[in-house]
């Protein structure tokens, strides 16, 4: 499994795009997880051919997650794309994405490629991947992902506080990204995540390593100066690549590939 961090940052962030990660197997097939409104530009800066994302996966369709469906899909139509395209979404927010799609090729009304929109449900399989899904504690509905592909386990959080099914969920994942709003704590039922709660979610699910994301700008120079001496926490970063088989997860080993990879330690 490898994981490319297209974007990391929150809603309005100025230096990060919106969050977003692409999942790839070993046979190549691509997984996009989010579309927030930068992520189309930080794809074509990729050279991604405009078929190999296979499956487009929505948390939630608030702007910052959704927005960007429109200009990905005006881009693949434009450039050609022959390829089926899956999205899952959330049954009740299909209307909306829908809309996005309609919006990308009007006033056309049919596509190049056919979409098959696919319900999330709590456990799934797509060719050899398992996928199980859960909500957080957010102003929408958002379901966190948790895929295992070949024995690797990655959690996704999407936007949200940790709510008793999303922390089983990350449990024993190999790298497990959480929406980190705020160095300091949150109440109880906010909306969103902060670094308190971030520090125990680390010491209960026995992650090998927790990323934060989606953090306030605001917020980045406390926290990375709370984690300097974390090493299985990491602020997650535009442009960062894992490859979860050649990862060495020991704490000395993952800090130092971080490093290396040019992460903000």
Known sequence: MKID????????????????????????NQWLIDCGP?????????????NDISV???????????????????????????EPLTIFCQA????????????????????CFDIYWQDITDEFEWKHWQIRTANTQHEMANKAIRITI??????????????????????????????CASFTGLSSGASHGDFPDCERLLRETEVKALGIYHCFDDAIPSLLNAMANMPDMFLSRDGLQLDLNDID????????????????L
């Not at 930068?38 to 405009?50: H, K, L």
């Open 5 to 28: 961090v297209i974007g990391s940052g929150s809603a309005f962030s100025t230096c990060n795009n919106t969050s977003a990660i692409k999942v790839t197997d070993c046979q190549q």
């Open 38 to 50: 930068t992520i189309p530009r930080a794809i074509w800066q990729r050279n991604i051919d405009v």
């Open 56 to 82: 487009i996966y929505f948390t939630h369709i608030h702007p910052d997650h959704s927005s960007g469906l429109a200009a990905l899909i005006n881009q693949w139509k434009s450039f050609k794309r022959t």
């Open 92 to 111: 009740n927010q299909q209307p909306s994405l829908q809309s996005l799609v309609s919006l990308a090729i009007w006033p056309e009304t049919q596509l």
């Open 150 to 179: 070949d024995g690797k386990t990655l959690f996704y959080s999407g936007d949200g506080r940790p709510t008793a099914a999303s922390q089983a969920l990350m449990r024993g994942a190999d790298v497990a990204f959480q929406e």
């Open 249 to 264: 997860f020991s704490q000395n080993a993952f800090r130092s590939f971080l490093a290396e990879k040019g992460g903000k």
